[in-house]
């Protein structure tokens, strides 16, 4: 397995239980894990729907969520903050690591 792959189920793993990414989401995490890399805990709400639409591009183009975070109502703002979560945690454990 790759380092990604691993920083991505980290951040599965630390997802709090009322997210519930799509079954079908390993790319997505794949962004998720650069992201904890670039950006580790100082990582936003707008970053990861940044991410989520780079990778919503390539399976729904035209999907109404797909534009930039500050047009997002709250409430689908609100949707990407355990994602937040999970990538700061994920950080802060391969700090600890040393990953």
């Known amino acids: 397995m790759s380092y990604l792959r691993a920083d991505a189920g ?7 239980p009322e997210a519930r990414p799509p079954s079908d989401a390993d790319g997505l995490f794949l ?3 650069v992201l904890m890399r670039a950006k580790g805990e100082l990582v936003t709400a ?3 729907h940044d991410a989520w639409a780079a990778w919503m591009e390539s399976r729904d183009p035209g999907h109404a969520a797909i534009v930039p ?3 997002l109502s709250r ?7 355990p994602y937040v979560q ?3 945690a994920a950080a802060r454990v391969r700090s600890k690591d040393g990953s």
Do not use: S
Not at 75 to 81: G, H, K
């Open 75 to 81: 409430t689908t703002q609100r949707e990407d903050e």
């Open 31 to 33: 962004f998720y894990a």
């Open 46 to 48: 707008a970053d990861v």
């Open 86 to 88: 999970a990538i700061q």
């Open 10 to 16: 980290l951040i599965r793993e630390l997802l709090p």
């Open 69 to 71: 975070f500050d047009e």
